[in-house]
């Protein structure tokens, strides 16, 4: 994460550092997506210890709140929306592993003023530290605007994508506005199902993340020990939410955020983070179905032995 926020890749003067590549290889990967399961795992197993030191804020300080902090200022120059996801289901584990309401509504405002003080720092100072303000502040100012400007055409673009679909939509593959309408494989790729799909097909992928929401809290509440529901939650929960913020700004709910739709768009990296993530989901699963071999009282484990001579 340090080496990726130190790279100094600009793009029209704004933080491109999302993505370091690999020498020999050749191949690039975002590295907030890998800091993000890391410190969700570390989070649900801090949590579980049930730890008394853990639920006071002085000692819970240095072991959970600094690294915390840390990996969310080092995401937040490149990738408000990422760094603003993983904060929030951060709130949402140690809210569920016990911690103290009061001390969470203060680490909230800590967030608050630390995100306030990034914004100034940087507007007051733009060529010491590399940021995407001007672009979020104009992607913000862009959703709350009626006029027909240059930044909303990924905007009316999907409108005019969604509005041709109809109910039926036009075909799998026969969708039109998927040629001019920018990332329309990654981030507006909804637009695209609900032209070539329809609204049914929109419904139809809705229900379906429900369902994967469904099977996520089922997992967790079935699950033995306090690190596997912990676990589950905080890998499930992030891919609901980043699936229905993906589809709002198709929809035009929420302004333009970058964030792709989970098992869906393409792109290497979150596929893998995605696929991994289900992959410790379904492991806890596993756990829960394997029970131990017992013996009955007084049997004699080499009886079977005995019995085949």
Known sequence: ???????????????????????????????????????????????????????????????LWCPVLTIILLILPANLSTALLLFFMVLILVFLGGYPIKYLVGMLGVGVFMSLLFVIVAKAYP???????????????????DEDRGGNYQIERAKIAIATGGFWGVGAGKSVMKNFLPQSSS????????????????????????????????????????????????????????????????????????????????????????????????SVSAGQKLEPLTLEKNENPLSILSEAL
């Open 187 to 282: 981030d507006f790729i909804y637009a695209i199902i609900i032209e070539e799909f329809g609204l049914i097909g929109g419904t139809a992928l809705i229900l379906l993340y429900i369902i994967v929401l469904f099977r996520i809290v089922v997992i967790a509440h079935k699950s033995d020990t306090v690190y596997g529901k912990l676990l589950v939650l905080g890998l499930g929960l992030p891919i609901i939410i980043q699936a229905l913020v993906s589809m709002g700004v198709a929809l035009q709910v929420f302004p333009v955020t970058g964030q792709t739709l989970p098992l869906i768009s393409s792109g290497g990296t979150a596929a893998w983070m995605t696929c991994i993530a289900f992959g410790m989901i379904l």
């Open 127 to 145: 060529g010491s530290i590399p940021n995407r303000i001007d672009t979020w502040i104009s992607r913000i100012e862009n959703f709350r605007s």
């Open 1 to 63: 994460m340090v080496y990726t926020a130190l790279q100094g890749n600009l793009i029209a003067g704004s933080n491109a550092n999302r993505w370091i590549r690999i020498p020999i290889v050749g191949l690039s990967f975002q590295t907030s997506t890998i800091a993000s399961i890391v410190l969700l795992a570390y989070v649900a197993h801090l949590m579980s210890k049930n730890n008394p030191r853990i639920y006071r804020l002085k000692s819970s300080i240095i072991s």
